[in-house]
């Protein structure tokens, strides 16, 4: 599947691993140990530079030291290249979806000249297939440039700033959503935070109803919405925080607790994700405040819903999850 040739509701592995068997052990390591060094880069961080103040040794104390202050200080440095096709296109980012045995279904063909706003669910804990299916857009759809928005509290985080920005994403403003949405697609994930303190072991639980901010976006521009669902994304952590902090959460645009992966660590799971796109949903322009909008946002929301669940129940059998329930809150 690639440069736009695939079959509608084929479900289409994305990535094949080296037959080499020492290759295959080195691609794991390279996927482990860096999506742990990026997914605990907030742990990772104070422990070095407590790890630097605590050496009696002086010379690999301030290397430590340097290093740290270093990677600190590159919250400073602009986030740039957006979209940048070399790292999505990497040996580094192919490793991470060998990892996770990434799939992709598409249930209908998109024009590569259009534009979309892509709504993806569940956010999980942490928002792995989404990420990784942006790296995934130029090789499908040559020509469509799909661009994301993530928690504007991200790109205070050193490394995390930089890797979102080369994965296409901006804060989560209405400026740069009209912003980006004038260069190409946009594809966010609706849930946010809200829905990683909704996060239960046994069923898949979604925060959809009230979400409705992207949708007016989407009829003031006549731009189509693309329900999207991401098999898996919910099994790479489980989450261990006390739904009291979600308020505190929200508040400071950050997670708060403790996001449990493989071996209990802050890797993420080897739990195969899967994609499945469905098909764009047309949506009237009209302005706001003229007549007819309101209506249109209710519409064009009430389709969302109804496209979301129908993915779902169409393609989780795919994945194996034929007793796995769906709650749309």
Known sequence: MSKGHYK????????????????RALDTFLAMSSMFGYTATLVLIPTLAMIAYLLPWKIPAWGIGLFVTGICLSVLLPAEPLLWERFQHSTLVSSWRRYFAFSLAVEQKLDPQGKYIFAGFPHGVFPVSELLCISLMLKVWPG????????????????WRHIMAWTGARPATRRWFRKLLQQGSVSLVPGGIAEMFLWE?????????????FVRLAVEQGVPLVPVYHFGNSKLFSWVAPRSWEVLARRVRMALGYPKGRWGTLMPRNEPLFMAVGAPIPVPRIAPGQPGYAEAVEAAHAQLVD????????YRGQYGWDDRELVVT
Request: charged fraction near 25%; proline fraction near 4%; hydrophobic fraction near 45%.
């Open 201 to 213: 072991e046994g069923r898949e639980v979604i925060k959809v109803r009230d979400r409705k901010g």
């Open 8 to 23: 509608t509701g084929v479900r289409y592995c994305m990535e094949t691993w080296p037959e080499n068997v020492i290759l």
């Open 144 to 159: 469509l440039r799909v661009y994301s928005i993530a928690a504007s509290s991200v790109f205070s985080v050193p490394v």
């Open 307 to 314: 496209a979301l669940v129908a993915l779902y129940e169409k």
